[in-house]
């Protein structure tokens, strides 16, 4: 997202639902947008899962899961939040030039 707050512009929202698709949305200026699905149903409950997002000039290219365009100019993005039922065992980031 843009900022610390819960109520900045969101480049990506990537919520996974337990049987069900996984959904992608933006959220920009106070209101979010077309939302997008993914086919792939790739979490399982209480299974432990590793999740990968590329992110190049096209949008968020979620390895077998999605491809999400670019809403909002990923320079504006400076803050990652994580939310909901889940434990996190590694957060890593790479920045390719």
């Known amino acids: 997202q ?3 707050s ?7 929202h990537f919520k996974p639902c337990i049987g069900q698709k996984v959904t992608l949305n933006s959220f920009r200026n106070g ?3 077309s939302e997008e ?7 399982t409950s209480g299974a432990p899962f590793t999740m990968f997002f590329a992110i190049n000039t ?15 100019p990923v320079e504006k993005v400076s803050t990652l939040n ?7 065992n590694m957060l890593g980031y790479i920045n390719v030039s």
């Open 82 to 88: 994580i939310g909901g039922d889940v434990s996190m």
């Open 58 to 72: 096209e949008g968020y290219e979620g390895v077998k899961h999605c491809m999400f365009k670019h809403r909002i």
């Open 2 to 4: 843009t900022g610390p």
């Open 37 to 43: 699905s993914a086919s792939v149903e790739p979490f």
């Open 31 to 33: 209101k979010w947008e």
């Open 6 to 12: 819960n109520d900045q512009d969101k480049a990506l």
